[in-house]
């Protein structure tokens, strides 16, 4: 594979990592996802792998610390969501304040 199939790639990838945060957004304004639903959690961190594997062919060190961080928040929000949805296991965080629920 030369350089120029390999940048095409990783430009795909970028995009496809664009393209879920964007989802995971949108879904959540216009309230078919929850801040706290373990598919917002799923989209988020599918988005940071997309545009870290479409760092390493044009790298930028604030970049992937920002994907990192994303992934690694991802990660221990979804964890916590399905130990959550588990019989038996109790949640991790306190419900959100009323004034932050939808009317």
Request: hydrophobic share 55%.
């Amino acid at each position: 594979m030369d350089m120029l199939e390999r940048a095409g790639a990783a430009e795909i990838l970028g995009v496809a990592g664009f393209a879920l945060y964007a989802v995971a957004y949108a879904g959540i304004s216009i309230g078919r996802i929850t801040g706290d639903s373990p598919s917002f959690y799923a989209l988020n961190g599918l988005a940071a792998l997309a545009v870290l594997a479409s760092l390493t062919m044009d790298f930028n060190l604030g970049s992937v610390m920002i994907q990192v961080f994303y992934l690694a928040v991802s990660l221990a929000g979804l964890w916590s969501r399905l130990r959550a949805g588990r019989p038996g296991a109790t949640a991790c965080a306190a419900p959100a304040p009323s004034y932050l629920s939808p009317p």
